[in-house]
């Protein structure tokens, strides 16, 4: 168990690039959560997944964002034409199912947009 | 829609105090209530979890959180602070169905003092 691991832990980037995250979850876990934190505030929910399906979606989650979960394992989350908005903690969590299991982290993604 | 409030941005305590940080939730039924812990630069992890059974629930370090329904609370305590308490502290809920969205607080910043 290496824990869950995102990919890359920074990036900086210009107003209108698209950016691309990934998120790797502890081994056997079925369930995978993207979460975004900005400064002096918790997580808040963007979407999470059930094996390869994207079973809920935030309203937070414009259509500028996708998040992918092609074979059940690693994540991606991508960011388009960015937006100074879009600067803050980018969170994955996953878990192993149940309706109160618990949620492991990793360390974040930080996106800086210029 | 479920809702949590923690009471104090930042909690500044003397070493060996009594640790004290408030969590109240809105939720139409009882939900599943967590308290996680963000030291810098790391992860979110779990302290402590209340599902069902006993309302005083035990977690990692000292930690324990009692539920009150009539109080819709879920306060986390500790008797006697150390300085490696020093983090920031999450409250969190999520349905007992239809679902797994997990909503966050804002987060309480645990100062220790010497």
């Known amino acids: 168990d290496t824990g869950v691991s995102q990919d890359p832990r920074h990036k900086i980037t210009k107003r209108g690039q698209n950016v691309t995250f990934r998120c790797d979850p502890i081994s056997e876990h079925n369930r995978l959560y993207w979460y975004r934190q900005t400064l002096g505030q918790g997580p808040e929910f963007l979407t999470y997944?059930?094996?390869?399906?994207?079973?809920?979606k935030s309203r937070l989650l414009s259509d500028r964002f996708s998040a992918e979960r092609p074979k059940g394992s690693f994540s991606t989350l991508e960011i388009q034409r960015t937006e100074q908005g879009d600067s803050a903690m980018y969170l994955c969590?996953?878990?192993?199912?149940?309706?109160?299991?618990?949620?492991?982290f990793g360390p974040g993604t930080r996106l800086t947009v210029l | 829609a479920q809702s949590v409030t923690q009471l104090g941005s930042h909690v500044s305590v003397s070493e060996g105090a009594l640790v004290l940080l408030r969590c109240n939730y809105s939720?139409?039924?009882?939900?599943?209530l967590f308290w996680y812990v963000q030291y810098p630069n790391q992860g979110l992890q779990l302290l402590l979890k209340y599902t069902t059974g006993a309302t005083l629930v035990k977690g990692i370090n000292g930690f324990e959180a009692e539920f009150k329904k009539s109080e819709t609370s879920f306060h986390l305590t500790k008797p006697s602070a150390h300085m490696s308490d020093a983090a920031e502290y999450f409250c969190?809920?999520?349905?007992?169905?239809?679902?797994?969205?997990?909503?966050f607080g804002a987060g309480t910043r645990l100062f220790v003092k010497a």
């Open positions: 969590a996953s878990s192993s199912g149940g309706q109160s299991d618990t949620q492991y």
């Open positions: 969190a809920v999520s349905p007992t169905t239809g679902g797994f969205k997990t909503i």
């Open positions: 939720s139409s039924v009882p939900p599943y």
């Open positions: 997944f059930q094996n390869e399906a994207q079973l809920e």
